[in-house]
């Protein structure tokens, strides 16, 4: 029995380095896997590998440069000046940029020789000069050409010419590559607006993968921008100036216009107060707002139109006369210190500050007749919330907005954002009876979304009611 004892010895231990250095090497493979399926899934939705834009290609062997060459040659026999607005292009180009990369040389090219479905370039409407002649030349020359038309928003005020169709986009194919044209107007903001692309019952539905293109998918607003020409794979072509910007400017373009009808109806009902007093009250507070909006925008904070001028954009495409105040939105992690003191410097003085950079934060100025509230906005996990202070007993205020994300709008020959969902905003705030004008509003009990919260110590007092 010993003996056979003895021959049963114990298995030999594995050593935990080798574990240790199998899993690292399975758990790498695996990370790596992930990153691959990201950047497939990210470049399917924008309808290109990101991996195509490495390394450089033969032109003599790309149709997709030649497409776009024979395209630009017919454009420039017309003087119609574009410039190169697309995101995958433009982010390569700058990412060699900060790089200090130069583009490849001779037959070599790295940003239009890529396999992709589309190139993207911006038109301006006051350009778009001779397009009968260039449409007829492009088809001789095998293009095919699509139309996408829409009405024009900057009449929607004026009821004879609400209907005035406009283009808004033209894809220009040949072969197995397309140029996605998108025409901008200028707005009386001093900003670009584009269309959204929307197929009419009788387009061809299949002349592109409509749902890859880059722009197009909502109407967008971008600042004028400053342009130079560039070499790019051997082709000279405008391009913005400022690239990163200008990418920026693309994830956060989105475009809500003003709701014209529903205001025409709207005054029908109540209609508009033209008093002398009603009318100087909307010019000073157009002015404040445009003051405010230059001094914000040299801060580089972004706002958005809150409470009841937010109010007066959604319901009556206008100010309400009789709401004594500009109000203004800023997300928290966008406050600066120095806020105080830039408007100072523009002429606005502090009113008064209430709460801490935490907690509740505040601040009001004061012109001649109208003040400016700024309200800042604090972030939870399932919604957001402004503060309010009473100053005479310290108690807090809490103001509950469903999570929201902000859109530009045109408001008073202004470039301004406001929430994208304005009517949960305008609803949180002013409840389901917010078309009904109300003059008479206490900020501490007429909200639909305040609730109490709590009191500051006295102790804290000097900090957070601060009244000048």
Known sequence: ???????????????????????????????????????????????????????????????????????????????????????????????????????????????????????????????????????????????????????????????????????????????????????????????????????????????????????????????????????????????????????????????????????????????EDTSHDAMEFKKKAKDLLHLAAKTLNRQEVPFWLSSGTCLGWFRQCNIIPYSKDVDLGILIKDYKVDIVTAFQRAGLPLKHKFGKAHDSLELSFQTADVKLDIFFFYEEDDYMWNGGTQAKSGKKFKYIFPKFTLCWTEFLELKVRVPCKTLAYVEANYGKNWEIPVTSWDWKSSPSNVQENGIWPPGDWDEVIQIH
């Not at 003087?79 to 200090?100: G, K, T």
């Not at 070599?108 to 370039?121: G, I, Q, S």
């Not at 387009?203 to 070499?231: I, T, W």
């Open 1 to 271: 029995m010993r003996r056979l004892l003895d021959k049963q010895r114990p298995m030999p231990r594995i050593n935990k380095t080798i574990i240790l250095t199998l899993l690292t090497v399975i758990s790498s493979i695996f990370l790596l896997f992930q990153l691959y399926y990201y950047k497939q899934y990210f470049s399917s939705k924008n309808g290109a590998d990101f991996s195509d834009f490495k390394g450089s290609y033969s032109m003599e062997d790309s149709v997709h440069w030649k497409v776009v060459k024979k395209f630009l040659s017919l454009v420039s026999v017309h003087n119609i000046p574009l410039y190169l607005i697309d995101p995958l292009v433009l982010a390569r180009m700058n990412e060699d940029i900060h790089h200090e990369e130069s583009t490849a040389s001779g037959l070599n090219c790295k940003y239009l020789c890529a396999p992709r479905e589309f190139t993207t370039f911006a038109l301006l409407d006051k350009f778009w000069k001779n397009e009968v002649f260039l449409k007829k030349e492009a088809e001789e020359e095998g293009f095919q050409w699509l139309e996408l038309s829409g009405k024009d928003p900057r009449l929607a005020g004026m009821d004879g010419l609400s209907g005035t169709e406009i283009p808004l986009h033209y894809i220009v194919k040949l072969q197995n590559h397309a140029i996605h044209l998108v025409v901008f107007y200028e707005r009386s903001g001093n900003f670009l607006w584009h269309g959204q692309l929307r197929l009419k019952q009788n387009a061809d539905k299949k002349f592109v993968r409509f749902r890859k293109l880059h722009f197009g998918r909502y109407p967008g607003a971008y600042n004028k921008p400053e342009l130079r020409l560039a070499s790019v794979d051997g082709l000279e072509i405008h391009v913005p100036k400022e690239i990163t910007h200008f990418l920026e400017e693309v994830s956060h373009s989105r475009f809500v216009e003003c709701r014209y009808k529903e205001a025409r109806i709207f005054y029908q009902v109540y209609p």
